[in-house]
């Protein structure tokens, strides 16, 4: 499929990237963009042939948040249209935080807005260490409500609170010790430390890392119940019994590599 505004790229086997392509716009998010991510997500999602999927930006920008252009749309669009709209936004996070395979954002530049959206729902954050960080909606008389979620999920309420009222530029430094990014790294060393997370995920069974993020989707934020126990040993046994589960547990105790492991070059 042919894309504008995202480009696709096989980074080894099994790993896939996309790329945010607004370059005129610094990788801003349009309604295009927004349904090229959609549908690719879609497409992915049913093929489930990749074990990590990449997102980043092309250029020396992650994402500067909303386009003008669209943003400038949205002032003559009713409240129903505007509510589909953001809708549409709402939808491919939540495509992305509920992804089957592991994610990682690669922060290559500045994370502005929506952008930041994009990266809080990755499941690993790394970026440039130049990158700098701003919820700026509030500059504009608007609040960040789709990205809300998922950022009060990483950073919490009282931190979260204070970005989105000041609307105030942070570097990477600051997003690290607030648990929005993971780590950051010199430009020259982000994709060296891309490929060691790789290869790291790459030494985990595919199925059982699918069976986690959906585990602990379920569980998240609920209280140790008997339910949750009983949800516990459920899951448990289901990946004992599992193809993968055997293969690993047998390959654990024979001292040798799983099959999945053929993947790590």
């Known amino acids: 499929m042919e894309y504008n505004f995202i480009k696709i790229k096989n980074i080894k086997e099994k790993v896939l990237q996309i790329s945010l392509h607004n370059p005129k716009a610094r990788n801003a998010i349009n309604t295009i963009m927004l349904d090229e991510l959609n549908n690719c997500l879609d497409d992915l999602s049913k093929k489930k042939e990749i074990r990590i999927l990449i997102i980043t930006g092309e250029g020396q920008a992650f994402s500067a948040g909303a386009d003008l252009e669209w943003m400038k749309q949205s002032i003559n669009l009713t409240l129903e249209e505007n509510k589909n ?7 491919m996070l939540r495509k992305i935080d509920e992804f089957y395979c592991t994610t990682i954002a690669i922060i290559n530049g500045h994370a502005f807005g929506g952008g930041l959206g994009l990266l809080s729902v990755c499941d690993f954050k790394i970026a440039d260490s130049k990158s700098k960080f701003c919820f700026s909606e509030v500059k504009l008389g608007i609040i960040p409500a789709m990205i809300g979620p998922y950022i009060l999920r990483n950073l919490g309420y009282t931190n979260t609170k204070k970005l989105f009222l000041t609307g105030e530029i942070f570097n990477a430094d600051d997003a690290a010790t607030l648990n929005l990014i993971d780590k950051f790294v010199s430009t020259k060393d982000i994709i060296n430390e891309r490929n060691i997370l790789i290869n790291k995920l790459l030494l985990g069974g595919p199925k059982a890392q699918t069976a986690i993020k959906a585990y602990l989707q379920n569980i998240y934020s609920k209280s140790i119940s008997d339910d949750v126990i009983s949800y516990a040993a459920e899951k448990i046994a289901d990946l004992r019994v599992s193809e993968e589960g055997q293969k690993g547990i047998k390959a654990f ?8 492991q053929n993947d790590i070059s």
């Open 253 to 260: 105790l024979n001292k040798s590599n799983p099959d999945w």
């Open 85 to 91: 709209d953001a809708l549409k936004f709402s939808k």
